[in-house]
């Protein structure tokens, strides 16, 4: 199975800066006729609008609010290809005082968000033909880290739910790609302290319109997230990837 973006209409979760912005420009590079872009705020989408026109749709668009969610699919429902992007990072340990809090967060728009719009157009993405769903998951879903010890622990469980679309949505035809990217040069990576060996946020972008192509199910876009790939490689084939 694999994916060709041109000509296709996308939607992209927190489209309006960092990688969500650069999936977005990437796409409509890449030939894609259409992308609605969702963001909290709207009036934040205007530059990708003045640069790309009517091929640009902008939503107001929460994944922590089922309403807007459920807007999107009424609104959306020529849509092919699905990119939750969307995502927030705490920075603490598992002792911290506000670690249940900072998880609470995360998991409302990490996983919780991931499962909200999955369920919306999940059905819009099988009267189109299929399509495929793209989750943003982190190098984090797989390890553990101390200063991010929540963020961590919200993007396993997104991982984990990933796993679960891929062979619930294989029933209707729709590919899954999961992309795992370590330190990428973003307001993300400044605020949890790992800028300094970020790496371009091209390198997911373009990458995803690859390996949607290639139909693969795990993609690690940068230096630290290959290296990682390759130690996990032997599990996720045998395991994770295994019929």
Do not use: W
């Not at 993300?188 to 997911?204: F, R």
């Amino acid at each position: 199975m694999g994916f060709n973006v041109q000509g296709k209409t996308a939607l992209v979760t927190g489209a309006n800066r960092g990688i969500g912005k650069a999936i977005v420009e990437a796409l409509l590079e890449h030939g894609a006729s259409k992308v609605y872009a969702g963001a909290r705020n709207i009036k934040s989408l205007q530059g990708l609008q003045a640069v790309y026109a009517d091929r640009i749709v902008a939503l107001e668009l929460d994944v922590t609010d089922q309403d807007q969610v459920n807007h999107a699919a009424a609104k959306a429902t020529d849509v092919q290809l699905l990119v939750n992007n969307a995502g927030v990072l705490e920075t603490c340990t598992p002792l911290d005082l506000e670690a249940e809090a900072a998880l609470r967060h995360e998991l409302e728009v990490n996983l919780f968000g991931l499962l909200r719009m999955a369920r919306a157009f999940a059905p819009i993405l099988k009267h189109n033909g299929g399509g495929a769903l793209v989750q943003l998951n982190s190098v984090a879903s797989l390890r553990g880290m101390a200063f991010a010890s929540t963020y961590c622990a919200s993007k396993a469980a997104a991982y984990s739910l990933t796993q679960s679309l891929q062979q619930v949505l294989a029933e209707q035809g729709t590919q899954v790609l999961s992309v795992h990217p370590g330190p990428i040069a973003t307001d993300m990576a400044t605020k949890a302290g790992i800028d300094a060996n970020a790496e371009p946020v091209s390198l997911v972008s373009e990458g995803i319109i690859q390996s949607l192509t290639d139909g693969i199910f795990h993609f690690y876009p940068d230096s630290m997230a290959k290296d990682m790939g390759r130690a996990y490689a032997s599990f996720a084939e045998q395991v994770i990837e295994a019929e």
